[in-house]
């Protein structure tokens, strides 16, 4: 029996055929992948070797492919086109101008002055001055104390360097003997007694700990805003804005819960009277609780995407 040579060729023509058309359906499959990648650079051009270079499957080149070498593994590496990155940098870039990003910091300062007038508050121990009659011991000298959130202090000043006119010891400001100690409320849980009086732990320590956490939501919102100008992103002055506004309502409550502490002190004994007035520290917190609320505010209004002038004043056109 004889070999047919015409069935051997018409076998492997036929074996070919079916070869290159597996081949071209693995080629066409890789493509499609490849491009769902890389598709575009940042200026919206197909990525590939310049003059027509990329992929090339049989000698035929498969446009919007990576750039063979080099080129495509930078695109790849630096994310600038994969995976739809420079639609969102492009987005990104669009949402934040030059003039929004100046808009961004001048609020960021306000809420910085509104950070630094809460440290020095919190500090501080000049939040409340008690103050008994200047010739309640002796005709010499006279004691007056002052306290904060952390800490109170006694202060013997001399008679003749206060105001004849007025009738308490003080202020705290002239010279004299001081003698400070930290509260004991956070260690051993004492209560601090001052002119036979007992100041009320509880409350105190509830204004401390609401003074601390804002010090913590301050401390979020300055991140969200470094993110913000840093990554160009406008999402993170929303959370800013409701961090900046959520501490400053808190040192406000924080300052209506000590003054509420001051009360319960000066109820706790009347052996000795004590006339009390809020000091400096409390203006500098009271002042930053308005301060970090009209912070937060104005990072809202940045974080729309309108301006709400325009919504509020829209321009008249005249009718010609």
């Given at each position: 029996m004889g070999i047919d040579p015409l069935g051997i060729a018409r076998t492997k023509t036929r074996f070919s055929s079916v070869t290159d058309e597996r081949l071209w359906t693995e080629a066409w499959c890789f493509w499609r992948m490849w491009s769902t990648f890389f598709v575009t650079d940042e200026e919206g051009r197909p990525v590939g070797a310049p003059g027509?270079?990329?992929?090339?499957?049989?000698?035929?080149?498969?446009?919007?492919?990576?750039?063979?070498?080099?080129?495509?593994?930078?695109?790849?590496?630096?994310?600038?086109?994969?995976?739809?990155?420079?639609?969102?940098?492009?987005?990104?870039?669009?949402?934040?101008?030059?003039?929004?990003?100046?808009?961004?910091?001048?609020?960021?300062?306000?809420?910085?002055?509104?950070?630094?007038?809460?440290?020095?508050?919190?500090?501080?121990?000049f939040w409340a001055e008690l103050s008994p009659p200047k010739h309640f011991y002796n005709n010499q000298t006279c004691l007056t104390a002052h306290l904060g959130l952390w800490k109170g202090c006694t202060k013997t000043l001399w008679v003749a360097d206060i105001d004849p006119e007025r009738e308490t010891c003080g202020p705290a400001?002239?010279?004299?003997?001081?003698?400070?100690?930290?509260?004991?409320?956070?260690?051993?849980?004492?209560?601090?007694?001052?002119?036979?009086?007992?100041?009320?732990?509880?409350?105190?320590?509830?204004?401390?700990?609401?003074?601390?956490?804002?010090?913590?939501?301050?401390?979020?919102?300055?991140?969200?805003?470094?993110?913000?100008?840093s990554k160009e992103i406008l999402f993170f002055l929303k959370p800013a804005s409701v961090c900046f506004i959520l501490s400053g309502v808190l040192v406000l409550v924080s300052l209506l819960v000590f003054h509420q502490a001051v009360l319960a002190f000066l109820s706790s004994d009347h052996m000795v009277p004590l006339h009390h007035e809020l000091s400096w520290s409390v203006s500098c917190i009271g002042c930053a609780g308005g301060v970090l609320i009209v912070g937060g505010v104005l990072f809202i209004l940045l974080a729309l995407p309108y301006s709400p002038w325009t919504r509020c004043l829209p321009k008249k056109t005249s009718s010609t």
């Amino acid at each position: 029996m004889g070999i047919d040579p015409l069935g051997i060729a018409r076998t492997k023509t036929r074996f070919s055929s079916v070869t290159d058309e597996r081949l071209w359906t693995e080629a066409w499959c890789f493509w499609r992948m490849w491009s769902t990648f890389f598709v575009t650079d940042e200026e919206g051009r197909p990525v590939g070797a310049p003059g027509g270079g990329g992929v090339q499957v049989g000698g035929v080149p498969l446009t919007g492919g990576p750039a063979p070498g080099p080129v495509g593994l930078n695109s790849l590496m630096s994310g600038r086109s994969t995976f739809g990155g420079g639609k969102r940098r492009r987005a990104g870039a669009q949402a934040m101008s030059e003039a929004q990003e100046g808009k961004i910091k001048l609020a960021f300062f306000v809420a910085i002055v509104g950070v630094v007038l809460t440290v020095l508050g919190v500090g501080t121990e000049f939040w409340a001055e008690l103050s008994p009659p200047k010739h309640f011991y002796n005709n010499q000298t006279c004691l007056t104390a002052h306290l904060g959130l952390w800490k109170g202090c006694t202060k013997t000043l001399w008679v003749a360097d206060i105001d004849p006119e007025r009738e308490t010891c003080g202020p705290a400001e002239l010279p004299g003997v001081t003698n400070c100690t930290y509260f004991k409320f956070f260690t051993t849980g004492e209560s601090a007694v001052m002119f036979h009086k007992t100041t009320h732990k509880n409350l105190t320590m509830a204004a401390s700990m609401l003074a601390m956490f804002s010090l913590f939501l301050m401390m979020m919102g300055a991140i969200c805003i470094t993110m913000a100008l840093s990554k160009e992103i406008l999402f993170f002055l929303k959370p800013a804005s409701v961090c900046f506004i959520l501490s400053g309502v808190l040192v406000l409550v924080s300052l209506l819960v000590f003054h509420q502490a001051v009360l319960a002190f000066l109820s706790s004994d009347h052996m000795v009277p004590l006339h009390h007035e809020l000091s400096w520290s409390v203006s500098c917190i009271g002042c930053a609780g308005g301060v970090l609320i009209v912070g937060g505010v104005l990072f809202i209004l940045l974080a729309l995407p309108y301006s709400p002038w325009t919504r509020c004043l829209p321009k008249k056109t005249s009718s010609t």
